[in-house]
């Protein structure tokens, strides 16, 4: 049990990390994240828990699976990358 909520940890931490280091706002990273999800596309909602305390109650960690497809949708993407 430890070890799961030490690994949602590092996700959910690593998640932050990539959305704070693209310079998006939250909107904008959660588009961006939920391209390529088709159905299993991200609420608001959902998206917040990510962020959330882990002892809030909001709170759900981010499987593996979406961390890794977070670090693609956010690979070399900043806020700057914008059309001129």
Do not use: Q
């Amino acid at each position: 049990m430890c070890r799961m909520n030490s690994e949602a940890n590092f996700n959910n931490e690593r998640l932050k990390e990539l959305v704070r280091a693209s310079g998006h706002s939250t909107a904008v990273a959660l588009t961006l994240f939920n391209r390529g999800l088709g159905g299993g596309a991200h609420s608001m909602d959902s998206w917040n828990g990510y962020f959330a305390r882990p002892d809030a109650k909001e709170f759900h960690a981010i499987s593996d699976d979406l961390l890794r497809h977070a670090e693609i949708a956010f690979a070399g993407r900043t806020s700057s990358d914008r059309p001129t």
